[in-house]
T-cell receptor, first 114, second 114 residues
Framework: EAGVTQSPTHLIKTRGQQATLRCSPISGHTSVYWYQQALGLGLQFLLWYDEGEERNRGNFPPRFSGRQFPNYSSELNVNALELEDSALYLC?????????????FGPGTRLTVT | AQSVAQPEDQVNVAEGNPLTVKCTYSVSGNPYLFWYVQYPNRGLQFLLKYITGDNLVKGSYGFEAEFNKSQTSFHLKKPSALVSDSALYFCAVRGSGNTGKLIFGQGTTLQVKP
């Protein structure tokens, strides 16, 4: 069974630009989650999508947004990039009824903002 | 507020010795608890979870965890450590309600020496 995949592996952007990160969940999983792992800040919950809808978002500004497509893959967009957005962005997926099931993580996208 | 604490930044053990990585939690309601492991430049790998039932939970790669409600702890254990177990370990708790959010501890680096 293929795991969660993310692309690109690395992304280098300049401050003020926009970044788009992509995630494909495990086959059969309908929920997709995004987390930010920044140095010194640990793992922070960003967004949760299920069945194409945004179900919850963490304490991040609106320039962090995303969507989930009909095939359950997902995209995270970060607008007006700031230096502190540099981090590893992890996508995870699970069966629906999110609380009952573990989340399976992808390898991450390393975003560097210069 | 819900939270997870991993009191040790690093744990050092000799190969073949038992290991324990500590985790305490604070939640309202019943806790849903998880352990993940992260190898360098990789995403998180799910090890085990506690939802309900037996206080001793067995997981992947010979790891197990003991849930203790009175001490609000969920310590990760392994009877005999391997050098290949050296990695960063995260304890997590599900956020209250069906939020999709996992709240992570700050992580504990496990170093197993030959």
């Amino acid at each position: 069974e293929a795991g969660v995949t993310q692309s690109p592996t690395h992304l280098i952007k300049t401050r003020g630009q926009q970044a788009t990160l992509r995630c494909s969940p495990i086959s059969g999983h309908t929920s997709v989650y995004w987390y930010q792992q920044a140095l010194g800040l640990g793992l922070q919950f960003l967004l949760w999508y299920d069945e194409g809808e945004e179900r919850n978002r963490g304490n991040f500004p609106p320039r962090f947004s995303g969507r989930q497509f009909p095939n359950y893959s997902s995209e995270l967009n970060v607008n007006a990039l700031e230096l502190e957005d540099s981090a590893l962005y992890l996508c995870a997926s699970s069966w629906s009824l999110a609380g009952l099931y573990e989340q399976y993580f992808g390898p991450g996208t390393r975003l560097t903002v210069t | 507020a819900q939270s997870v604490a991993q009191p040790e930044d690093q744990v050092n053990v000799a190969e073949g010795n038992p290991l324990t990585v500590k985790c305490t939690y604070s939640v309202s309601g019943n806790p849903y608890l998880f352990w993940y492991v992260q190898y360098p430049n990789r995403g998180l790998q799910f090890l085990l979870k506690y939802i309900t039932g037996d206080n001793l939970v067995k997981g992947s790669y010979g790891f197990e965890a003991e849930f203790n409600k009175s001490q609000t702890s969920f310590h990760l254990k392994k009877p005999s450590a391997l050098v290949s177990d050296s990695a960063l370990y995260f304890c997590a708790v599900r956020g209250s309600g069906n939020t999709g959010k996992l709240i992570f501890g700050q992580g504990t680096t496990l170093q197993v020496k030959p």
